[in-house]
């Protein structure tokens, strides 16, 4: 399989291109309200045609949260296949945030919907659960080289569930979120500008040092606008790592919907200030 340049590569050229802000495709059903539209099929399609419209073709990253297409069945997931194609087409790079994790034959298929070129979801990126153990993304991790493709993992979430397992401490005496950023700086080592296996590390998680952010790949940062975070707490969370960082926001730009002027000019004030906090860390 002929596969694309890595992601890795892609993902900084197009951050230093447009900066490093993504937007989140939410369409729950109290968001597709407060946009006039129907908890519907129709609905669903409509507003993610309107996001893509107003900014694919200006920020790096569009993620589209799989579960809100799939809860309308097969023509949600049509719609979710569109969504992917024309963010791509309009240059923006995808991330699908499916949290996919499991075993065997089973993570390779997951890998394959979302990760093989000739794939109908076929996405730069996919989100992954490292909760069987790290090795149980091996598949993924292939498809992935293969493919060009890329995989954030889930290190340090934002959610408080996640301290239970994620701050908890193995017999090494490194924690479980330590381990599985270990993990990524070994699959990162040598590639450059930027790796392709990336964190999913919470923006609204305060002070972070005593991990080691600095594995080499993009960190995803879940928690801007809504969650409480802001672009100028990125440096004091994320430290030398935030070169690397990109900050995700999603309700912050969606309640500007539908109309589509004012989700573009939401988006570019939150890479305003992204762009702002970074050139000041």
């Known amino acids: 399989m002929t596969g694309l340049e890595p992601f890795g ?4 050229r197009v951050m230093d291109e447009r900066g490093p802000l993504c937007v989140g495709i ?5 968001l597709l309200a407060e946009w006039g539209l129907g908890d519907t099929v129709d609905g669903l399609e409509r507003f993610s045609r309107t996001v893509v419209e107003a900014v694919a073709d200006r920020v790096a990253v569009l993620k589209p949260q799989s579960a809100f297409f799939e809860r309308f069945g097969s023509r949600g997931v049509a719609v979710l296949e569109t969504t992917v194609r024309e963010a791509r087409e309009a240059g923006a790079l995808v991330v699908m945030d499916a949290k996919r994790g499991d075993i065997g034959s089973t993570m390779a298929a997951y890998a394959e919907a979302f ?7 076929f996405s730069d990126a996919l989100t992954v659960s490292p909760y069987l153990g790290y090795g149980s993304l091996s598949p993924a991790v292939a498809l992935a080289r293969e493919s060009g493709a890329g995989l954030f993992v889930l290190a340090l979430t934002s959610n408080p569930e996640g301290g239970e397992v994620q701050h908890a401490v193995r017999a090494d005496g490194r924690t479980v979120g330590a381990t599985v950023l270990g993990h990524l ?7 450059e500008p930027l790796g392709s296996f990336g964190a999913v590390v919470g923006a609204t998680l305060g002070d972070l040092s005593s991990y080691d952010l600095d594995m080499g790949g993009p960190i995803l940062a879940p928690g801007i606008g809504a969650q409480g975070a802001t672009p100028a ?13 990109v900050p995700n926001v999603s309700r912050g730009v969606l309640r500007h919907g539908p109309d589509a002027v004012a989700l573009r000019d939401a988006s570019e004030r939150f890479a305003d200030e992204i762009r702002a906090a970074l050139t000041s860390a």
Do not use: C, I, Q
């Open 233 to 245: 707490d990125l440096p004091a969370v994320f430290g030398r790592a935030v070169r690397n960082v």
């Open 115 to 121: 990760l093989h070129k000739d794939a109908p979801l």
């Open 26 to 30: 939410d369409p729950h059903a109290s």
């Open 185 to 191: 700086a070994l699959e990162n080592a040598g590639e």
């Open 9 to 12: 590569a892609r993902l900084r």
